[in-house]
């Protein structure tokens, strides 16, 4: 069974970090461009931040500001989002995915069931 499983959020103080983690099962996530995704209340998804396995290039969205570091363990077959200075705008359902890469959600085809982030 092809899925994503995402793990890592919670509750944290502005100015704190998190690291969220996705194990993939079912698939080589080798073989896909990988991405984050969120989305908060009563607003769209959007992304977040974009890793193509092949080159090992990344992808940030501007608002993210170098905050967040989003890398990939091809051995365990996961990839992780490490998120630092978090910001209450910061709160929202991270979903990490797999698919052409890129930043707009539309482009990914396999995705988690989304962990929660809250910053306050």
């Known amino acids: 069974q092809v899925q994503l499983v995402e793990s890592g959020g919670g509750l944290v103080q502005p100015g704190g970090s998190l690291t969220l983690s996705c194990t993939g099962s079912?698939?080589?996530?080798?073989?896909?461009?990988l991405g984050w995704i969120r989305q908060a209340p009563g607003k769209e998804r959007e992304g977040v931040a974009s890793?193509?396995?092949?080159?090992?290039?990344?992808f940030y969205e501007d608002f993210v500001s170098g905050r967040f570091t989003i890398s990939q363990n091809n051995e365990k077959n996961t990839f992780a989002l490490q998120m630092n200075d978090l910001e209450p705008e910061d709160t929202a359902m991270y979903y990490c995915?797999?698919?052409?890469?890129?930043?707009?959600?539309?482009?990914?085809?396999?995705w988690g069931q989304g962990t929660q982030v809250t910053v306050s």
């Open positions: 995915a797999a698919g052409r890469g890129g930043l707009i959600p539309s482009v990914y085809d396999i």
């Open positions: 079912g698939f080589t996530l080798a073989d896909w461009a």
């Open positions: 890793i193509y396995t092949a080159n090992g290039g990344t």
